[in-house]
């Protein structure tokens, strides 16, 4: 190697070894190693010398572009693991220490209420149950005493899963009645709270909605029991301290009698009232006496074993409870609307908050 291309590799091995940001480090590659570079315009002279200088001056300055080519990566690789690292120290948590900010999130009033209901019936003694969205028709119509050519299945606007007749999304919360009464012994006491889905949308329908559904099973169990059950159900639920029912007979496959239950309301207090203050009446819930066709196909004896079940609206109630007046808008995601009508994570349902016994 001549002096000279030993001088200028000194002198850039030097310029790299003093550059210590990134910019910097590309300056000394573009002049070393870029089309005007010094390094590159030496290599272009190699093309005017005579074979015998070639064959000196070729591998000096091959040599040359070889170190500089070396150290310049070795210089970014160094100044890359120092950027990471002080980003890593910049940006270090301590996720030991206690949060200094409340959740900036919400709880939706589907799932407060949801919350609130969990917390009266078990105080009632009810576990919560779930089963599949996506849910099998013998669960969700025929064990339930709807079968295939009954008129309620054309009421349902079920959806049905492509190429697979059999399989649906679930119409309603009742075929976690059946799903319960094959998995457990009874006495039973569950609620199920969820989502179903039917083909339906307009201001007051959306093709998903909640339901929560109910069910007793034992020995002995009278329509009593469920008007008791409902009835401090109401008053926990919407914390009022007095309310009227009106049963009225209907008609649902899987109960025996049917009712329908209307719950009184004062539009001065705009809650549910006792008869006194009564002035308007509400439908809230279906609901009766499970059909020994129901227990039957769930293979308990209907002679030994009796029950009621109901089933309401989750979004409804929510509804009525907290004044919300457009379903569309719970599942519009719309962050402004959450903020306002949304709970506290901390707001936790109880007994004495929110859902009164
Ligand atoms: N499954 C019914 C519906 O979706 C609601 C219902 C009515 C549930 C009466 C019940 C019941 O458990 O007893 O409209």
């Not at 899987?254 to 705009?270: A, I």
């Not at 308990?300 to 919300?324: C, H, I, S």
């Amino acid at each position: 190697m001549s002096t000279d291309t030993a001088a200028l590799q000194a002198e850039i091995l030097g310029q790299i070894a003093a550059a210590d940001a990134p910019d910097a480090l590309e300056a000394v590659r573009v002049a070393a190693m870029g089309k005007q570079g010094q390094v590159t315009q030496l290599l272009k002279t190699l093309g005017g010398m005579s074979p015998e200088e070639r064959s000196v001056a070729g591998p000096a300055f091959n040599g040359l572009r070889e170190a500089v080519a070396a150290a310049l990566a070795a210089k970014k690789a160094a100044l890359d693991e120092a950027a990471l690292n002080a980003k890593l120290a910049a940006e270090r948590q301590d996720m030991t220490l206690p949060v200094s900010l409340p959740p900036a999130g919400s709880v939706h009033p589907v799932s407060q209420v949801m919350d609130e209901l969990a917390e009266i019936f078990a105080d009632l003694g009810f576990a919560v149950a779930t089963g599949p969205e996506i849910e099998d028709d013998w669960h969700n119509f025929t064990a339930l005493n709807i079968p295939e050519s009954h008129p309620a299945r054309a009421m349902h606007d079920t959806f049905y899963i492509d190429g697979q007749p059999h399989l649906v999304l679930r119409t309603h919360t009742s075929p976690v009645q059946i799903r319960t009464m094959m998995a457990q012994q009874p006495p039973i006491r569950i609620i199920a709270p969820g989502r179903v889905y039917r083909s339906d949308s307009d201001a007051t329908h959306t093709p998903m909605f909640h339901q929560i559904e109910g069910l007793v099973i034992d020995k002995g169990i009278t329509l009593a029991h469920l008007r008791w059950t409902l009835e401090t159900f109401i008053k926990a639920f919407f914390e009022v301290d007095d309310v009227a029912l009106r049963f009225r007979p209907s008609y649902f496959p899987f109960t025996e009698p049917s009712v329908e239950v209307d719950v009184g309301y004062s539009s001065k207090t705009g809650k549910p009232a006792g008869a006194a203050d009564v002035d308007k009446w509400l439908e809230v819930l279906g609901s009766g006496m499970v059909h020994p066709r129901v227990i039957a196909a769930c293979g308990l004896d209907p002679n030994e074993w009796q029950g009621f079940a109901f089933g309401t609206g989750v979004d409804r109630l929510a509804m009525l409870k907290y004044g919300l007046t457009d379903l569309r808008a719970f599942f519009d995601g719309d962050i402004g609307w959450l903020r306002h009508h949304g709970f506290s994570a901390f707001d936790l349902p109880s007994i004495s908050a929110g859902a009164a016994l």
